[in-house]
Structures are given as C-alpha cells and as structure tokens.
Nanobody, 111 residues
Framework: QVQLVESGGGLVQAGESLRLSCAASGIIFSIAGMGWHRQAPGNPREFVAVSTSDGRTNYADSVKGRFTISRDNAKKTVYLQMNSLKPEDTAVYYC?????WGPGTQVTVSS
C-alpha cells in the first residue's frame, strides 16, 4: 500500500523560505519519479517540480530559480525547498508518485 505524507507547510511572509518534505512508503523509492504539485483555491491542480529516479529534475516556469526539489533515497523522502516565496505561491502542496497522492500541506504566503 502506497502512502505519501507531506509536512513542512505553514504561514510565512513574502520573501521567506519553507522546506516541504514527503515521506513515502509502500514503493521502491529509488526507482520512483517523485513530484510536487499545488492547488490554489479556485484553480486546477498544477505541476511544480519532479525528481526522476536517474537524478533529473524539472520545474514549472513559475518556480524556476526559487524552488529546488531533492530526494533522499535512504529515507524515502523527497523535499521541496522554496525560497523567495510570493503570495501567489499560496496553495495546498501535494506529493505525487504515479497515480498516488499525499493528503497535502498548506502553504500560505502573506504580502
């Protein structure tokens, strides 16, 4: 049974940083592509970043240069370091592997 649990969300001011974590179980983490998505109120869920099993990463244009995705295969955890946060980054952030999603963690950025 695949389980994904996000943590690290919170309320910050614009310009500050947060680091999200997603702990995975029930998968062979080292060969899994792990992604982060987000959904703001009234908006569809959107792609944020992905970390592939062979070390490649990709980012949405809106977060390039500010967000960094990384992974620790030993801990079966993927991280999202978010710097220079903006109010428009406010959303629920979800971890994803394949068709499995975590419950999400709220990130709120005040101006």
């Amino acid at each position: 049974q695949v389980q994904l649990v996000e943590s690290g969300g919170g309320l910050v001011q614009a310009g500050e940083s947060l680091r999200l974590s997603c702990a995975a179980s029930g998968i062979i983490f080292s060969i899994a592509g792990m992604g982060w998505h987000r959904q703001a109120p009234g908006n569809p869920r959107e792609f944020v970043a992905v970390s592939t099993s062979d070390g490649r990463t990709n980012y949405a244009d809106s977060v390039k240069g500010r967000f960094t995705i990384s992974r620790d295969n030993a801990k079966k955890t993927v991280y999202l370091q978010m710097n220079s946060l903006k109010p428009e980054d406010t959303a629920v952030y979800y971890c994803r592997v394949g068709n499995f999603w975590g419950p999400g963690t709220q990130v709120t950025v005040s101006s």
